[in-house]
């Protein structure tokens, strides 16, 4: 069974670059595209960005400047920098799995996701 | 702001049906056939419901629906059931320009 696992710090300092890692348990990281998605607290979600094994990415436009989504395929690990955070990125962080092999706008596994605060 | 325009709140009594709409553009959900729909309870996460515009993974129930008019993609929910009460987002492919976009959210709730 495949499951996925985010782990970081649950409190950022403003300014400061938040940090997440997402462990993949039961499927060869090679697979698939793997996407970050946020939601703020009692807000929608909102799409971060994804990559594929072979390093190739792509983020939201929006958070672009600011994001890198990067993996570590010997540890099964996919991470997530965010720099310059401010209170506006406090948000439940969430990392996703593709439903079939390429669709990564189809996001079928989800982790249990992670709070993280920004405090100033 | 979201890209796609949701309501913020739908209802219905058990075993009634109910329609949730979410508006974008043409390019989005006017322009590709790759519209989701996502259920959410409190505190847990997002489940996949509807992908493909209308097509439902495995184990998601019948009961569970959805389509697309132009720039307007639906989920219907047909005989409601208490545990249908969650939030729920659409989604679509937005192109090479924007890649991912999400509705506002839709809280259903069964009366």
């Known amino acids: 069974q495949v499951q996925l696992q985010e782990s970081g710090p649950g409190l950022v300092k403003s300014s400061e670059t938040l940090s997440l890692t997402c462990t993949v348990s039961?499927?060869?990281?090679?697979?698939?595209?793997w996407s970050w998605i946020r939601q703020p607290p009692g807000k929608g979600l909102e799409w971060i960005g994804y990559?594929?094994?072979?390093?190739?990415?792509n983020y939201n436009p929006s958070l672009k400047s600011r994001v890198t989504i990067s993996v570590d395929t010997s540890k099964k690990q996919f991470s997530l920098k965010l720099s310059s955070v401010t209170a506006e990125d406090t948000a439940v962080y969430y990392c996703?799995?593709?439903?079939?092999?390429?669709?990564?706008?189809?996001?079928?596994?989800w982790g249990r996701g992670t709070l993280v605060t920004v405090s100033s | 702001q979201s890209a796609l325009t949701q309501p913020p709140s739908a209802s219905g009594s058990p075993g009634q049906s109910v329609t949730i709409s979410c508006t974008g553009t043409?390019?989005?959900?006017?322009?590709?056939?790759?519209v989701s729909w996502y259920q959410q309870h409190p505190g847990k996460a997002p489940k996949l419901m509807i992908y493909?515009?209308?097509k439902r993974p495995s184990g998601v129930p019948a009961r569970f629906s959805g389509s697309k008019s132009g720039i307007t993609a639906s989920l219907t929910v047909s005989g409601l059931q208490a545990e249908d009460e969650a939030d729920y987002y659409c989604?679509?492919?937005?192109?090479?320009?924007?890649?991912?976009?999400f509705g506002g959210g839709t809280k259903l709730t069964v009366l």
């Open positions: 996703t799995k593709d439903l079939t092999p390429g669709s990564y706008w189809y996001f079928d596994l």
């Open positions: 039961g499927d060869s990281i090679t697979s698939s595209y």
């Open positions: 990559m594929y094994h072979n390093g190739n990415t």
């Open positions: 043409r390019g989005d959900v006017g322009g590709y056939d790759y």
């Open positions: 493909e515009v209308a």
């Open positions: 989604s679509s492919y937005a192109g090479i320009s924007n890649f991912v976009v």
